[in-house]
């Protein structure tokens, strides 16, 4: 994955897509694990809930059936990307950890006040958001807190996120962690921070019933 994607996928979080149904045959090694960071599980439930909640997020904002089949269309990956969020999440706090930065609630609220005076107001940044990165409100919070994480760890460093700096701290981080993801979702690319596909034969995956598909 590019460098630049990376970066914004860390820092908005853009995340939208419609999420393939994935079977596997032969032995799992990861029973209802989605995958194991630092020892703890990212439970295939708690997965599916994430999903879900963009899903009900994109409902409630698009009532139009066809705008909302098309919404869908957009975006291709949903499951996979919300597991590549979710992972990348407890990487850069582990980072953050270790660089001895942390986040106060005031200064998320500052920047969610910043960001609401530029889209018009709290619901217009709530649709953006979503929209364009596949945040439900609920999660808006927990998003600014990563990228005002992200951005101070930058500066501990003495650098940017788009520096190869910053992504070796990440890097450092998710060999500590350890990062294991079930094959059924691919692989974790410690270097690059990022869930990368598996070349495993004996997965496979095939499309919903009348999911809309895309390129």
């Known amino acids: 994955m590019h460098r630049r994607r990376r970066t914004a996928l860390l820092l908005t979080a853009a995340i939208a897509a419609a999420a393939p149904l994935l079977t596997a045959c032969g032995n799992d090694a ?39 089949q098309q919404a869908i269309a957009r ?14 999440d407890r990487v850069l706090e582990r980072a953050a950890r270790d660089a001895g930065v942390t986040v ?30 596949g945040i439900p409100p609920r999660r808006l919070d927990a998003n600014f807190r990563l990228q005002i994480q992200a951005q101070k ?6 650098t940017d996120t788009s520096r190869p700096e910053f992504w070796q701290a990440l890097s450092k981080a ?8 079930n094959p059924r979702y691919g692989d974790w690319d410690v270097e690059k921070s ?16 009348g999911m809309p598909q895309t390129l």
């Open 30 to 68: 990861h029973p209802g694990a989605a995958a194991v960071v630092g020892g703890e599980r990212i439970t295939v439930s708690q997965l599916e809930n994430r999903v879900d909640e963009v899903r009900a997020a994109q409902r409630a904002a698009v009532p139009d059936d066809a705008q909302y």
């Open 75 to 88: 975006t291709g990956s949903l499951t996979r990307d919300t597991l590549h969020s979710m992972v990348l």
């Open 104 to 133: 106060t609630d005031r200064e998320v609220q500052r920047m969610r006040a910043g960001l609401e005076q530029q889209a018009g107001g709290a619901k217009a940044l709530e649709t953006a958001w979503l929209q364009q990165y």
């Open 153 to 158: 760890l930058a500066q501990r460093l003495g």
């Open 174 to 181: 998710g060999e500590k962690l350890d990062v294991d993801l």
């Open 194 to 209: 990022s869930r990368v596909d598996a070349k495993t034969p004996w997965v496979r995956e095939v499309t919903a019933a």
